[in-house]
């Protein structure tokens, strides 16, 4: 039991040598919802075991803020990773060429965001470790003044050659408003995207990551290795690390190329079930001007929390640097009550700490709450809350 309640240019001929359309054959155990199916489109997908996972997915709060699917399809992650592309809209359609089964015509429209405040603890009632993370970013229609409702999307997956995850997805970044899903008109195949747009998520070896905003200019290594770009690397370490350690290893093996993805830079806060914490910056060197430099921040209990502004010591004086007020109050709320508790709490304190840490929606385009996802790194497990309703909570397991 999963839950308990409570692209697109034709692509050049280049792309063409890249690759076949596989059709894969795979097991849906949720019956499909023929009026869904009759309702809404997915014009590019027409391989039948597709077809049924995408009409698969589950409203879990009946009214279209949270959605739940079983990612059954291969996502072709090693083509992706040899594929040296990063450019968000440019992924999203050699995605679309690798697992849509006829090519769209216009290219896809997809951007991502994430403000966020994310810790790591063990817990003090049990000997478990636990991550907390919020997601927040505030969408604007198209005149930028009005909020656009959230729609969030949890994915499992468990690819043959990797390891089982659960996962959060921001529909919003990919087109898909409250209730796309039943609107009779959304075009459902860009869900085949799902796996390269995880925010946070966690895999069955107690490893979590989330990824947070800072305003700088965006990160590009540029030291020869294969490019990597910020979802795409969510992805990879979800699949593959058991560790903090491994993950590590695993992104200095790739030039981070952050360019195109979204409007910001980003770091990431990652965990596991060791207890081990890090937190992994892209920094400026000395006479340069673009984060190119690999910092990893871990071993020291003011490090367990994370907003977004560096945490790195050289980057004091840019514009996130340590001097910022760029999710301050965040980040002193979450190291003061963390230190009150001698670095150690609770599933409910966790639980109250997110909410305290949270933000209604304002002006800023980092407001807004979207979700509040807490991790139990020993049982693999995540309590979500959606849109700052702590009062109802929907539990997940990787299974």
Request: overall charge negative; charged content about 20%.
């Amino acid at each position: 039991m999963r839950t308990h309640y409570s692209f697109f240019h034709w692509m050049p001929l280049a792309f063409a040598m890249m690759g076949v359309f596989a059709a894969v054959s795979c097991k849906n155990e949720n019956p499909i919802d023929s009026d869904v199916v009759a309702k809404n489109p997915s014009v590019y997908i027409t391989d039948a075991d597709k077809l049924a996972m995408i009409h698969s997915m589950k409203d879990l709060d009946g009214a279209g803020r949270l959605y739940e699917i079983d990612y059954t399809a291969d996502y072709k992650l090693d083509q992706v990773l040899k594929s040296n592309i990063t450019e968000t809209n440019a992924l999203f359609q050699y995605i679309a060429y690798l697992l849509y089964d006829t090519i769209p015509a216009k290219s896809p429209k997809v951007a991502f965001g994430a403000g966020c405040s994310a810790f790591a603890v063990p817990d003090d009632e049990r000997i478990d470790y636990l991550m907390g993370r919020n997601y927040d970013f505030r969408h604007f229609d198209k005149t930028g003044t009005s909020y656009v409702p959230t729609s969030a999307i949890l994915v499992h997956t468990a690819p043959a050659n990797g390891k089982k995850s659960i996962s959060m997805v921001d529909g919003l970044n990919m087109g898909f408003q409250q209730g796309f899903y039943t609107d009779g008109n959304t075009d459902l195949s860009l869900m085949m995207g799902l796996p390269y747009a995880a925010l946070d998520g966690i895999n069955e070896d107690g490893f979590a990551i989330g990824v947070l905003a800072l305003n700088e200019k965006q990160t590009c290594q540029e030291t020869g290795l294969p490019r990597i770009s910020t979802t795409v690397a969510i992805r990879m370490l979800l699949d593959h690390a058991s560790t903090v350690k491994e993950a590590v290893a695993m992104l200095k093996r790739y030039d981070m190329d952050m360019r195109g993805n979204g409007r910001s830079n980003y770091h990431f806060f990652m965990a596991d079930a060791t207890g081990d914490y890090a937190i992994v910056e892209y920094t400026i060197p000395k006479g340069d001007s673009i984060p190119r430099v690999m910092e990893v921040l871990t071993g020291n209990d003011t490090l367990r929390c994370v907003t977004n502004f560096y945490i790195s010591p050289t980057m004091i004086g840019t514009t996130d640097g340590w001097g910022s007020e760029h999710g301050k109050g965040r980040y002193e709320t979450m190291r003061k009550t963390l230190h009150e508790n001698n670095y150690t709490l609770g599933e409910a304190k966790a639980m109250v700490l997110l909410d305290s840490v949270s933000q209604p929606p304002t002006e800023e385009l980092t407001s807004q709450t979207q979700w509040s996802s807490l991790y139990n790194l020993t049982e693999k497990t995540l309590r979500l809350t959606i849109l700052r309703e702590y009062g109802k909570e929907y539990n997940f397991k990787v299974e």
